[in-house]
């Protein structure tokens, strides 16, 4: 069973910045697809940033230019620098990996933007 691990997450002004790591128990290649979700009180979940194949990489509208995604195969890791933090971002951020079809998700690391 593949584990998803995330960390980084916790409070922050806005303004403020967090980066957010997930680490896969399984090694990872390319072609794989990893990104980032979340999930805000009364809201759908959404996504945030995806990264798949050697070029892919595609950000919801409302982070672009804040937010930066980022991956290690060889460490099996994938990150998400989150800049210029807004109220809206509070939410739940999940970590996630589409391995030959089949979906993995992390648990979750809560994001709390509040002054």
């Known amino acids: ?12 002004q806005p303004g403020g910045s967090l980066r957010l790591s997930c680490v896969a128990s399984t090694k990872i290649f390319s ?4 990104g980032w979700y979340r999930l805000a009180p009364g809201k759908q979940r959404e ?3 995806f990264t798949g194949g ?9 982070v672009k230019g804040r937010f930066t995604i980022s991956r290690d195969n060889d460490k099996g890791m994938v ?9 809206e ?4 951020y999940f970590c996630y990996l589409n391995k030959y079809g089949d979906e993995y998700w992390g648990r979750g690391t809560k994001v709390t933007v509040s002054s």
């Not at 069973?1 to 922050?12: A, C, H, I, K, T």
């Not at 072609?31 to 990893?34: G, R, S």
């Not at 971002?89 to 739940?92: G, L």
């Open 79 to 87: 990150s998400l620098q989150m800049n210029n933090l807004k109220a």
């Open 54 to 62: 050697d070029f892919l990489i595609s950000y919801a509208d409302s």
């Open 47 to 49: 996504m945030v940033a």
């Open 31 to 34: 072609i794989d697809a990893m």
């Open 1 to 12: 069973q593949v584990q998803l691990e995330e960390s980084g997450g916790g409070s922050v």
């Open 89 to 92: 971002d509070t939410a739940v």
